[in-house]
């Protein structure tokens, strides 16, 4: 069951790594392609802009969720490293689950938010500015399947299934 | 929640080992929840969305995306080779190419951390087998992979404009003295040190054919922040516009050039580029939430008001402001540190006469120096790692590089010519 859920757990987080990479390269070409032609064209478009910030809030929401399945954020991690190592995964699934209830939290609220925004029209893109907003909500839900899978694996390491 | 308990709040979660963005989301989600006004809450998407959605902090990825390039192409071995050949020869010669190659690399990288694991696994071995004491060598490959940070690109210096909404174009020219200073005074250091501990004197190769080959290579360095800020004097690009040309600078030179990059590499330097965004800009969406809860409670004015009267004259202000950073840094990423409290010491700094370009590189500067200085600091981990040292040999070698940056930092607060000179005779702030 476990090993199961874990290459589930694993292929979204493969998969939302390869969205950010593809992120990345189109806001790098859409940049590249508007000095291009505004230099020897002499025309630009006003909507690449807008693209490319929302892109950016994406790409950062996405990887973020990808960090946490990692546990790759930055922290200041003197206390657990001092710890022994039954300690320290007691204490790193203890800091799960404010996170997990904030995430929650976060989810609704950023729903909300998202959902006021959905008449408001991105002057030159012309969608609705909804679409930029989704990026939290999204990173919520899918910092809430990794955060509660790594607890899971947690439960495990404290009872001694894995290393 | 006052702020107080919203600052106890903050560093017992800090302390405790919570991921330092989710550290300044918590408690900032605890401020609004427990405010009294529950409609706050709403705020804390609103604040993480508008800290990221800026334009100018697009260069930030493509700056690393840029970095990561270079680093991938091995031009970090070239610049070693070159600068081996030029001033390898004199005494404690190796340690004073580890300091040269990364002054040279900075023109192509936006961070500390991004040449130091190569030039560390380069320089550290190379230089132990010339007989230099471990604790030295990897004191100054620590010390001197700062300048990354700080020669343009750099991408706290965007953080910073961004935040302080100064122009990128004129931090960028003010960062080039103080960062070229920087590698002097380490020069410096280096050469004091080596007469001292009579570190080895060795024999260099010299051809010419080789040292055509490696200008051609150092060129390629050096030209890169030479066109950024010559573009965006000129208004052939914005700076966001200009990071993005560095990454099609960076994939010609590295494809067509030095011939070292293959298509198979692109999925990992890309993930790479992808997740070193992602964890600077989720520190930064924190970080913007964190910062409405200091506006909040007018954090600015309440400084300004607390130190009024101790602190009015320059040299006072330059020294609170320095020693606070530096307490900073100890503890928080550079990034952290600018966005939550360059604000709140702005108006001290003003009153004071320091230009905001002046004081954002005298911050900027300091915050760096945290990255080296224990007992947390990225750029000291990485070193201690690859080095294999423990922190504390390392940090005692580090004591005199973060001595002269220290020295470096009050200089750029007290001498305003330093940084301003250059943006002034490029038009860019005004004279």
Redesign the interface.
Known sequence: MYDRVKRLVDGLSSAV?IV??V???I??GV??M??TTR?FMGFSYAWS?EL???L??W??????A??LRRD?????????NALPSKARVG??LA?RL??LA?LA??LQ??W???IARATTRAPALGVSISW??A??PVMALLMLVFGAFNVWADLRRLRGLDA | MGIVEFIVLFLALLAVGLPIGFVMLLSSAAYFLLSGNPLFLRMLPEKMFAGIDVFVLMAIPFFLLTGEIMNRAQLTDRLFTFCNMLIGRLRGGLAQVNVLASVMFAGVTGVALGDVAALGKMFIPAMVRQGYDKPFTAAITAASSLIGAIIPPSTIIIIYAAVMNVSVGAMFAAAIFPGLLLGVAMMGVVQWLSWKRQYPKVHVEVTPMGLAIGFRDAFFAIIMPIIIIRGIIVGWFTPTEAAAICVVYSLVVGTLFLRTIRLADFPSILSTASLDTARLFFIIAGASAVSWVFAMENMPALVTSLLAGVAEDRLTVVLIITAFFLFCGLWLDASISIILFAPVVLPLALKAGLHPVQLGIMLIVNCVLGLITPPVGNVLFVVSNVARLGIGALSRALVPFIGVGVAVVLLIGLWPDLTLALPRAFGLIRP
């Open positions: 790594m950010c990479n992120v990345l390269v806001m790098t940049i590249v508007l000095v230099n802009e490319t910030r929302y950016l809030v790409l950062s929401m996405l990887g973020a990808v960090l790759d954020h930055i922290a200041l991690d003197l206390l657990p204490l790193v800091l404010p996170v904030f939290l976060l609220q950023s909300l938010t998202a930029a907003y990026a939290i």
